[in-house]
């Protein structure tokens, strides 16, 4: 019965240290917050896949953004929420700038996009410190 034991808490503690594997933390901010850096212009256009969204981020923060995410919100009729998705800007998007972005997405009667997260890129060459 010992042994069992040991052997169930030594495999708990492993499995525990491997779900913790170094990795970058991402940060979901309020509406509000990403309201103040960025706007996101979109229009829904046609492919052979169905509609799609496609637009630009702009950045109106005081370095260049890395790693935006942007939620597609699928919008029925009455103005519920019935579906979203999230998807990555592809590169940085400089400040005082913008950057494209373009997905396929279901079909809804609307949509809405807005900023889930992002990182500020690091300025300058110092250690960080």
Known sequence: MTRTRHAITGLTIALLLASAAPG???????????DRYFQVEFDVTRNRKGPAVEGYVYNRGHQAAQRVRLQIERVDAAGGVVGSSTIWVLGDVPMDARAFFSASVAEAASYRVHVVSYDWACQGGGSGM
């Open 24 to 34: 970058r933390a991402q940060t979901i901010y309020a509406p509000e917050t990403t």
